[in-house]
């Protein structure tokens, strides 16, 4: 069992195509064809071309409105359908399109009310998408499955196997893939979802196989482009995920994401000066939390500038407490500008779990070792090759059994490494395979054990809330836990997003 990541309701609207009408005139096929594919900016910018020339073209119309709800433009969408209704528009497809809106405007009920007796698949579509707005998974689920039961829709079919891919029900996913292969097996979401249940089952050569695939069917497509750039970075091929990359740019230049993974891989490769060079005059406006703002600290950091780079990994931990990278390069930067005290009192909550890869061992010995204390010879000993080595396996195996929700292989492995002291990291991740194999009591003790071994952690927090929540168990101090996340971590968007699941699902 995974926490659920939950798209947000602009993502999960791939399209409305079953809205007003069943079909439109020939000129419109290429702006269907870029909806079906996402690329609703080209789509809006067809559109209007269209309409200047047809100003009344209700086929037009009805591809506008449904395309500026799927890129989450209210104001937009609504004078669309204004449009639409001055020109005579009425029915059932007319109160999908005011149910898309409404739901895009955060008022679900009045969506669901919009469409109460109309029962064509994208109604079962924006029943579904309301009712995870409300944290009402099982109502989604049902909502989804009768959709699916009333005809072969693309967008249902994509939105409800996104769904499935969010709360971790692999098997339901790949069920909904095979009936999209069977009715649109040639979609650009078809080819991508296959990646993206591949990369969900911790297959990666199969995920980046059907990447591949993807980006040579629709090579103007950036997204899959990044992703198996993303993928191929995973990997440690850094030349394959470049040479993706480079193609991507000469797509969309300029795009931050591109940017992003561009400023990784030069940091994968060493090239701290490139770095530097690229981001140095956008310095004021970097979140020092970002991806962005830690290569930019730690190309510092290598180039010798140690105090400028300490001053910016203290405002990312200030930012971001929870996050481990954060928190070894603010160590390790304080141990670049001597202060070996502070370093230790950094690294080593880090360094205490079984799970710290060797990188934060060596940090964290090296700062022990500096500021005189004792435990410098227990890191040194779990430095070792061969203890490392097995211990490395370890992890690598209780993680893919994870990925592939082998819950039974997840809790063997994470029991095994949990002999060997009590660990947060480790309980945590025994809550979710004990969750998964159907045992709330242990699932709970082990999660709560997590959060007793740091309380003040947002993550402890939020682990131990979603458990409850994932097994409908003690739903009121789930509310409480994600209560107490969001004072600490107000930035967190998963946390807010269960929060608000947590408040429905209590009543």
């Known amino acids: 069992m995974k926490a659920a990541v939950r798209p947000s309701l602009a993502a999960l609207a791939f399209a409305l195509l079953g809205g007003c009408g069943d079909s439109e005139p020939a000129p419109f096929d290429k702006a269907r064809a870029d909806f079906a594919a996402q690329d609703y900016q080209a789509v809006r910018t067809r559109l209007f071309a269209a309409l200047e020339q047809e100003p009344g073209n209700r086929e037009a119309l009805v591809l506008l409105a449904r395309t500026q709800i799927a890129l989450g433009d209210a104001e937009a969408a609504e004078r669309a359908i204004a449009r639409l209704e001055t020109a005579g528009e009425k029915g059932a497809g007319l109160k999908r399109l005011k149910a898309g809106l409404v739901l895009l405007r955060g008022r679900a009920s009045e969506a669901i009310?919009?469409?109460?007796?109309?029962?064509?698949?994208?109604?079962?579509?924006?029943?579904?998408?309301?009712?995870?707005?409300?944290?009402?998974?099982?109502?989604?689920?049902?909502?989804?499955?009768?959709?699916?039961?009333?005809?072969?829709?693309?967008?249902?079919?994509?939105?409800?196997?996104?769904?499935?891919?969010?709360?971790?029900d692999l098997s339901r996913c790949d069920m909904i893939l095979s009936k999209m292969r069977d009715f649109a097996s040639n979609s650009y979401n078809t080819f991508v979802l296959a990646g993206d249940l591949a990369s969900a089952r911790g297959e990666t050569d199969r995920a980046i196989a059907a990447y591949r695939r993807t980006v040579a069917a629709y090579p103007d497509k950036v997204p899959p482009m990044l992703t198996l750039a993303n993928a191929y970075a995973g990997q440690g091929k850094v030349d394959e995920a470049m040479a993706v990359l480079e193609k991507a740019r000469k797509v969309a230049p300029g795009d931050p994401a591109l940017e992003g993974l561009r400023i990784r891989l030069l940091a994968e490769k060493g090239e701290w000066e490139t770095i530097r060079f690229a981001l140095q005059g956008r310095e004021a406006g970097l979140d020092p939390s970002s991806q962005l703002g830690l290569a930019y600290g730690e190309a510092l950091l290598r180039l010798g500038q140690a105090e400028q780079a300490r001053v910016l990994f203290s405002r990312a931990v200030l930012l971001d407490p929870a996050n481990p990278h954060c928190r070894m390069m603010l160590g390790e930067a304080l141990l670049a500008t001597g202060d070996s005290r502070?370093?230790?009192?950094?690294?080593?909550?880090?360094?205490?779990?079984?799970?710290?890869?060797?990188?934060?061992?060596?940090?964290?010995?090296?700062?022990?070792?500096?500021?005189?204390?004792?435990?410098?010879?227990?890191?040194?000993?779990?430095?070792?090759?061969?203890?490392?080595?097995?211990?490395?396996?370890?992890?690598?195996?209780?993680?893919?059994?994870?990925?592939?929700?082998?819950?039974?292989?997840?809790?063997?492995?994470?029991?095994?490494?949990?002999?060997?002291?009590?660990?947060?990291?480790?309980?945590?991740?025994?809550?979710?395979?004990?969750?998964?194999?159907?045992?709330?009591?242990?699932?709970?003790?082990?999660?709560?054990?997590?959060?007793?071994?740091?309380?003040?952690?947002?993550?402890?927090?939020?682990?131990?809330?979603?458990?409850?929540?994932?097994?409908?168990?003690?739903?009121?101090?789930?509310?409480?836990?994600?209560?107490?996340?969001?004072?600490?971590?107000?930035?967190?968007?998963?946390?807010?997003?269960?929060?608000?699941?947590?408040?429905a699902a209590a009543g």
């Open 342 to 503: 502070g370093a230790w009192k950094t690294l080593e909550p880090l360094s205490a779990s079984q799970l710290a890869p060797a990188a934060v061992l060596e940090l964290a010995e090296k700062a022990a070792r500096a500021s005189g204390d004792p435990r410098a010879g227990a890191l040194q000993a779990r430095l070792d090759p061969r203890r490392i080595k097995a211990t490395l396996e370890l992890i690598e195996k209780g993680q893919a059994a994870l990925d592939r929700q082998d819950w039974t292989e997840a809790r063997s492995v994470y029991t095994r490494l949990l002999v060997r002291g009590e660990d947060a990291e480790v309980l945590g991740r025994l809550a979710w395979a004990s969750a998964g194999l159907g045992l709330p009591r242990d699932a709970i003790a082990y999660a709560d054990r997590a959060l007793a071994q740091d309380a003040d952690n947002p993550a402890y927090m939020h682990s131990a809330a979603l458990v409850r929540l994932e097994l409908g168990v003690d739903l009121a101090a789930a509310r409480k836990l994600l209560e107490a996340a969001a004072e600490a971590e107000p930035r967190n968007a998963d946390i807010a997003r269960d929060l608000q699941k947590a408040k």
């Open 113 to 168: 009310a919009l469409i109460v007796n109309d029962f064509d698949t994208d109604a079962w579509r924006l029943r579904a998408e309301a009712y995870l707005a409300m944290g009402d998974d099982k109502a989604a689920a049902e909502a989804f499955a009768r959709g699916m039961q009333a005809g072969n829709d693309l967008p249902l079919a994509v939105a409800y196997a996104r769904f499935a891919l969010a709360v971790g």
